[in-house]
């Protein structure tokens, strides 16, 4: 699987727009671009998946780029409760690959 | 529809006991996967099950844990003479298998070795 690149932190001021990036520079033709956040010690919840169109769901936005070597999480606005670890991961389209976690960016809402 | 459930949320055990973990995954969902996050860590990838079939096990300690998803009901995670180093919490996920279906992880159990 492709390895990714993210930021160790980052803050972000309560109401503005929250950008995480991560690069993939390794990534192949039938790879995803997976977001996942983990909020303190609860369970990994999903957040958004995009192969290489950008997408959108109720949660965020992903961006990713025209060559897919990196992409961006957006939090259009953020609150104290999105205060967590973020993970950018690839994983082939075949459902049945095991998700592996880097370190992932602890972001940070600042009242 | 249910999420995955995972029990127990808390396991209490002695040094040199047993634990079982069971992980009951979403419905339709015939692919488990185990995750170790020891404290102030990551998640650590552990096993793979599809029913009854053990796909990738390359995580698991080569002693004392084992697992194991049977044709009916949930997955088990089980490990055998428990040491304090065993400490961590255990999340399952499970996902249908196929397509871009993302994969929905449980609250975990959070053991603790004493």
């Known amino acids: 699987d492709a390895k990714t690149t993210q930021p160790t932190s980052m803050d972000c001021a309560e109401g503005r727009a929250a950008n995480l990036?991560?690069?993939?520079?390794?990534?192949?033709?039938?790879?995803?671009?997976?977001?996942?956040?983990?909020?303190h010690s609860q369970g990994p919840q999903y957040i958004i998946h995009g192969?290489?169109?950008?997408?959108?769901?109720?949660?965020?936005?992903?961006i990713i780029t025209e060559d897919r070597?990196?992409?961006?999480?957006?939090?259009?606005?953020?609150?104290?409760?999105?205060?967590?670890?973020?993970?950018?991961?690839?994983?082939?389209?075949?459902g049945n690959e095991k998700l592996t976690f880097g370190t992932g960016t602890r972001l940070t809402i600042i009242p | 529809n249910a999420g995955v459930m995972q029990n127990p949320r808390h396991l209490v055990r002695r040094r040199g006991q047993e634990a079982r973990l069971r992980c009951s995954p979403m419905k339709g969902h015939s692919h488990v996967y185990w995750y170790r996050q020891l404290p102030e860590e990551g998640l650590k990838f552990m096993v793979y099950l599809q029913k009854e079939n053990i796909i990738d096990e390359s995580g698991m300690p080569k002693e004392r844990f084992s697992a194991e998803f049977p044709k009916e009901g949930p997955s088990i995670l089980r490990i055998q003479q428990v040491v304090r180093g065993d400490s961590a919490a255990y999340f399952c996920a499970s996902s249908p298998g196929t397509g871009e279906a993302g994969y929905t992880f449980g609250s975990g159990t959070r053991l603790t070795v004493v």
């Open chain 1, 69 to 94: 070597k990196s992409s961006t999480l957006i939090l259009p606005h953020a609150t104290l409760r999105d205060t967590a670890v973020y993970y950018c991961i690839v994983v082939p389209n075949f």
């Open chain 1, 51 to 62: 192969l290489k169109n950008n997408e959108t769901n109720e949660m965020a936005s992903l």
């Open chain 1, 21 to 39: 990036p991560c690069n993939h520079s390794t990534i192949s033709g039938n790879e995803y671009v997976y977001w996942y956040r983990q909020i």
